[in-house]
């Protein structure tokens, strides 16, 4: 994380930069969890029910609709959150409050953690009955390649989430580092000096000014001319 200010972004009110933020690996990895995310939920209602001699239709993971409601269900939220925290992208630098960006952080933290989590159990749960799915309830393949589909891009979704929870761990972290908070880091300024003691007690040279004669005083040549120090008995 190279970028500046609390929790991984500049000053509030900064300009935004499309080409650095298309850049960035968090936002490669917000869209590429959007497209896998998409790609589950939409193998899996297009092609994941099959009709297996009758009218009704059966999930193409071993007749669990669990299983099928479970990879959709997933699906449709990841697709939606990845939307969702891709627009909070856009929008973090602006907030000046260190405290709302702090629970935008830790709220990234939680759902991608938590959903990382939820990728893993999928994609067990679909391998697993998809390895208990007879060959013989599938005719000609059907629907084979869609329920493929679906665990591959699980397994996927579970990579890119567990991606997506280390760079929100590394922006908290970087937000906890108290010395991005001082006005001249976010000024980009260096660190004013502190003023000088006024105490010279301990200064090995004395400033030319440090002293000065009093004013009262009457030194030699302030002496008038005429003026005859009288003698002493």
Known sequence: MDETGSFGAGRAGSAFD???????PQ?????????FSMAVFASIINEGYVN???????CVFNKNADAC??????GIVAFIASVFFLLLDVYFPQISSV??????????????GFWTFLWFVGFCFLANQWSCTSPKELPLEQASDAARAAIAFSFFSILTWA???????????????????TTEHLAGQAPKQPYPSNDVTGQTTIPVNAYQSPPLIETVETIPPCYKIPPAF
């Open 163 to 181: 991606a997506l929870t280390m760079c929100a761990v590394q922006r908290f972290l970087l937000g906890t580092d108290m010395t991005l908070f």
């Open 27 to 35: 936002t490669i990895l917000r869209v590429l969890a959007w497209i």
């Open 52 to 58: 297996m001699g009758s009218e009704r239709l059966h």
């Open 99 to 112: 405290k709302d960006r702090k629970r935008a952080v830790l709220l990234e933290i939680g759902f991608s």
């Open 69 to 74: 409601n479970y990879g959709i269900t997933i």
């Open 18 to 24: 499309l080409i650095a933020f298309v850049k960035q």
